[in-house]
Antibody
């Protein structure tokens, strides 16, 4: 089964850019679609966006202006960038394959 | 943006049956909404139970089933076990993007 391992900075200041990367093991980026999902502390899940094997992206309309998801096929990784972060972006961020395989999650805290 | 609504909480007795539902603010949920259901226990990563309305994964216990019911997506647990106590989230494909419901906290009591 595919395993996803993610990493990135866990503490940001307001206005900085969140950057997370997810490595795919046991599978290829050339099939399926790859998503980012977040969960604020003690709250529900929110879909951020996804990218498919062709590089076509689809973003949550509420975040679209600040989000970029990209793939690095040479390293079998995909990434998330969220610009101009605010405190409300504080959450655990998950990388996900086809909604069936989840990364371990990364807590990102936005605080001055 | 579409709002997806779930029951905030439900309680079921061990061995009982419970149905959680997932409604869309845009109207009746159909197969084209590709409903997914996830289980999340405290401190854990969500686990997918159901995809595309009623399809199960190899790891989905047989007591979990998905369907469409009265214009909503539904997750039915038959023969509930104590370990089924968790938060359950639905996910719908609405107008080109995915939207999660707010979650249902299921208590087994």
């Amino acid at each position: 089964q595919v395993q996803l391992q993610q990493w990135g900075a866990g503490l940001l200041k307001p206005s900085e850019t969140l950057s997370l990367t997810c490595a795919v093991y046991g599978g290829s980026l050339s099939d399926s679609y790859w998503s980012w999902i977040r969960q604020p502390p003690e709250k529900g899940l929110e879909w951020i966006g996804d990218i498919n094997h062709s590089g076509f992206t689809n973003y949550n309309p509420s975040l679209k202006s600040r989000v970029t998801i990209s793939v690095d096929t040479s390293n079998n990784q995909f990434s998330l960038k969220l610009t101009s972060v605010i405190a409300a972006d504080t959450a655990v961020y998950y990388c996900v394959k086809n909604f069936d395989s989840w990364g371990q999650g990364t807590l990102v805290t936005v605080s001055s | 943006q579409t709002v997806v609504t779930q029951e905030p909480s439900m309680t079921v007795s061990p061995g009982g049956t419970v149905t959680l539902t997932c409604a869309s603010s845009t109207g009746a949920v159909t197969s084209g909404y590709y409903a997914h259901w996830f289980q999340q226990k405290p401190g854990q990563t969500p686990r997918t139970l159901i995809y595309s309305t009623s399809n199960t994964h190899s790891w989905t216990p047989a007591r979990f089933s998905g369907s469409l019911l009265g214009g909503k997506a539904a997750l039915t647990l038959s023969g509930v076990q104590p370990e089924d106590e968790a938060e359950y989230y639905c996910l719908l494909y609405c107008g080109g993007s995915w939207v999660f419901g707010g979650g249902t906290k299921l208590t087994v009591l």
